[in-house]
C-alpha cells in the first residue's frame, strides 16, 4: 500500500509537471531575456535524514560570485525585475514538483532549509530532520512575506534567525506532531488561496492553531504587531511544550 501511494504520488506530480510546463516556460524565458544565465536554481537543502539535496528553483535573483546574505529582503538589489513578480506569485516554487518526483520531498511537509542553518539548529529544531521536508505547510504560507519582515535590515540573516526561524520552526513541529491526510489538503488549498487573499489565510491559519492548541500563543501568526527578536530560543520552544 504504501509503495502504491507513492507511485501514485509521483504519478500525480508528473501529471502537474506537463500542466504547468507552459507557464515555467514562459517564466524561463523572461529570466534569460533580462540577464542572459541559466534560468534555474539549484540550492543544497538539507532533507531527512540530514541528506543534502538540489532544490530546484526559477531564479528570480542575478548571479554573482560573492553570494552575499542567505535571506534575501524585499529590496535586496539582487532580485531580478521579472523577480518581484516571481517571488510575490510563489512561480519559483513550482520547479520543486521535479523534487518531489525524484523523491526528495513530500507536496507538504517542512520547508527544507540551507546547511548553514540547519547547522545553527537546537536539538529541538534538529527534530524536524527526522521527516521528510515539503513544498508547502503552515510555516512557509505564515512567513511569504518574509522579504517584507527583512526589509531595510542591515543584516538579514541575522535578523531571520532572530525574527522569522524559531516562528517558522515550532510551527512545523506542532504540524508535525497532528499531521494528517486532512491538514495536507488544507494546506495545499490555503497555499493557493494565500496568493489571492492573504489576511483570510492568516486569519484561517490562526484560527486553526488556537483550536488545536488553546493554552499557545499565536499573535504572531497575525502580524498584529512588530516582531521581536527571539535571543533564546530554548526558552522559547518551552512555551509550546504539552
Do not use: C, H, W
Request: proline share 3%; aromatic share 12%; hydrophobic share 45%.
Amino acid at each position: 500500500m504504501v509503495k502504491l501511494l507513492l507511485i501514485l504520488k509521483k504519478l500525480f506530480a508528473l501529471f502537474l509537471m506537463i500542466l504547468i510546463l507552459p507557464l515555467i516556460t514562459i517564466f524561463y524565458l523572461l529570466i534569460y531575456f533580462e540577464d542572459k544565465a541559466n534560468p534555474i536554481y539549484q540550492g543544497e537543502r538539507v532533507g531527512k535524514d540530514f541528506k543534502k539535496f538540489k532544490l530546484y528553483k526559477l531564479r528570480s535573483m542575478i548571479i554573482r560570485k560573492n553570494k552575499g546574505f542567505q535571506s534575501t529582503s524585499l529590496n535586496d538589489s539582487r532580485i531580478l525585475k521579472i523577480g518581484r513578480l516571481i517571488r510575490k506569485t510563489k512561480i519559483d516554487e513550482l520547479l520543486q514538483i521535479i523534487n518531489v518526483i525524484k523523491g526528495d520531498i513530500n507536496f507538504v511537509g517542512p520547508r527544507p532549509n540551507v546547511v548553514e542553518e540547519v547547522d545553527q539548529y537546537i536539538e529541538k529544531e534538529r527534530a524536524l530532520l527526522s521527516y521528510k521536508p515539503g513544498t508547502t505547510d503552515f510555516s512557509s504560507i505564515i512567513f511569504s512575506d518574509e522579504g517584507e519582515i527583512l526589509k531595510n535590515s542591515v543584516n538579514p540573516d541575522l535578523d531571520y534567525k532572530l525574527l522569522i526561524r524559531p516562528r517558522k520552526n515550532i510551527l512545523a513541529l506542532l504540524y508535525l506532531q497532528d499531521r494528517n491526510i486532512f491538514s495536507d489538503i488544507y494546506i495545499v488549498f490555503l497555499t493557493i488561496l494565500n496568493i489571492v487573499n492573504r489576511n483570510l489565510t492568516v486569519r484561517l491559519i490562526y484560527n486553526y492553531m488556537k483550536k488545536k492548541y488553546k493554552n499557545y500563543d499565536f499573535e504572531f501568526i497575525l502580524r498584529n504587531k512588530k516582531l521581536s527578536k527571539i535571543e533564546n530560543l530554548d526558552n522559547f520552544f518551552k512555551l509550546y511544550e504539552n
